[in-house]
């Protein structure tokens, strides 16, 4: 037995790594009810710790290269590539000269031009919370498409964070560790974002393909859909704000796989193979400045005075409305308002204006019992339930009746309140 | 199974180097590769880690450094990535195991050996890297043959430069 382990002592070695292995990546992946296969995510926890020590094992030097790098660059910039710095300096000399007198004339065009910026400053203000990072390494290789930065969770990044610049997104968050995090990037093949074509509003996921390039996949054949077309994300993942750029589309090509679907081959609108500073949005509520939400106070406070300003008013009309007699609603019913002309007859029906007033003027009320103070009134019968007596209703003799008693009432001038 | 046994091996001049080489080396590999794709964009192909297994595997003694270098390298390949840890970490080991093997039994001296070495083995780690990704573990992985092409190019001619600049660090006798 001895002698068996001694001989093939080589290959026992490289049986036992391969199977170790195996079933470590036996654990990290399962078995999904759709019947593919897929890696656990996130992590598990032995996982994640062998990725927590390569990323300390790995991310000082490359904070270090990079650091190396930018020194470098400013050691050559500032003190060696010096050559020609006294002619380049006699030439700049003349340039200013020239502007000088330049800038006498372009002087009222650039306050217009300021104002303007400020203008267009303001309505691209972005409102979300981000935090600005630098990109600091990569995975190393091209089946992962994914970059460290270097910020990490004391910066308060977390994972599923969106990661963006200023010309359009970059990819997600989707490992974190204490002073460095790892992003997915938008083309890698696992990556996912929801999407959206500015002009045909078609809506798709964004995922890489093997060759780094970004490709919504999934749309059925369109014929509208044209390169050049502009694509920004589409807000339903809860992960990119909606209407960020995402970029164009480059070209359309047939699903290899799926007959009548399409592949939108997209060239992003940010650099993702040259990426030195990012942001990542670390919060999606709208974020105001001290002005902006004094404004807001300030306005809704206006808002309520003003209301209850109006509230009062059409209080006070209502009263006044009710107070007011002789007015009546110039849209009332017109079956209220009979067209018979006043004849002073008795057992006709009260007389009425033979013409309707215009709209929005007041008129008078017909009185509901004659009196001798409403003109044309004196002889007329009242249309309610208590008929007046017949010999009171000549016009000649009205104004030497005598009122009874319970005709005193209806002898006055009663005010008509408004409905 | 002949070629397996120890008998079979030739004669071969055992290299030794500092164990800081042994450390900063392939350390060195693992963050340049992670840091040069940043530079180069989508052009970065080569694969150092892999490189540096092969020449370490090349000059030992027995299969069992070099499987054993192929599988640390590798894992911590994948741990960079996010993808499953293993998946590199078996291709390597294979690689390394391969390397050492071969490196026993052929001159490896000779700079067009180590080239071909180089390119083929790239090819055999692109090879077990795809198998192990798609068969083994069943995942979707899309992937073109000329980006494998162009990294054992790449790979083979690094080396071509490589080799030499370390076989300076060795331990004379």
Redesign the interface.
Known sequence: MESFFA?????I??LA??LA??I??AV??HHTAAG????DSPDGSG?RL??L???A??SP??RL??AVKLGAGSLWLDYLDLRHVRQRNQDLQKTIDRLRLEQAALLEDARQGQRLQALVDFQQKYIYTTVAAQ??????????R???IDKGANYKLARDMAVITPDGIVGKI??VFPNSA?V?AIN???SGAGVILETTRTRGILRG????QPQIVGILSDNRIQPGEKVLTAGGDLIFPRGLPVGVVEKVIRDPERENFIDVIVKPAAHL???DEVLVITATEPRFSTEQQQDLTTSQTLMGAEAAAIKEQKKASAIMAERLPGLTDPNAPAATQSSTPATGQPGQTPPTPAVIPEQGQPKLLHPQHPDRFTPNTAAEIPTDASPAPAQDTSPDAAPNVKPKPEQANPQRPEPRRNP | MSV???NFRRELEIRRYPMLVYALVP??A??L???????L??Y?WFD??LVVTVYFALGQP???QG??LG?VMG???D????????????AK??VG?VAA?VGTRIDVENHTIRLILNFLLSLLSGAM?VF?YRI?????????WF?ELFKAIGNSLIAVVLFPALDRLQIRD
């Open positions: 001989r093939y002592r080589d290959l070695v490289l790594l391969l292995q195996v470590g990546l990290q992946v593919t296969n897929t890696l996982v062998i990725r020590w390569a990323n094992t790995v030097p490359e290269i990079h990109a600091i390494g990569s995975s190393g290789s091209d089946q992962s994914v970059f460290y989707r490992d790892q997915l890698d093949q696992t393909n093997a060759l780094g193979d040259r990426l | 397996l046994d120890a350390l060195a693992l963050v590769q992670a840091w040069l794709p940043r530079v964009g989508r970065a150092l880690p027995t299969p069992i499987t054993v599988a894992i911590f390949e741990a960079l990535s996010h993808h499953a840890i293993g998946i590199n970490g078996v080991t294979v195991f093997s890297y192990v083994l573990l069943g995942l979707e992985l899309d992937w073109t980006t």
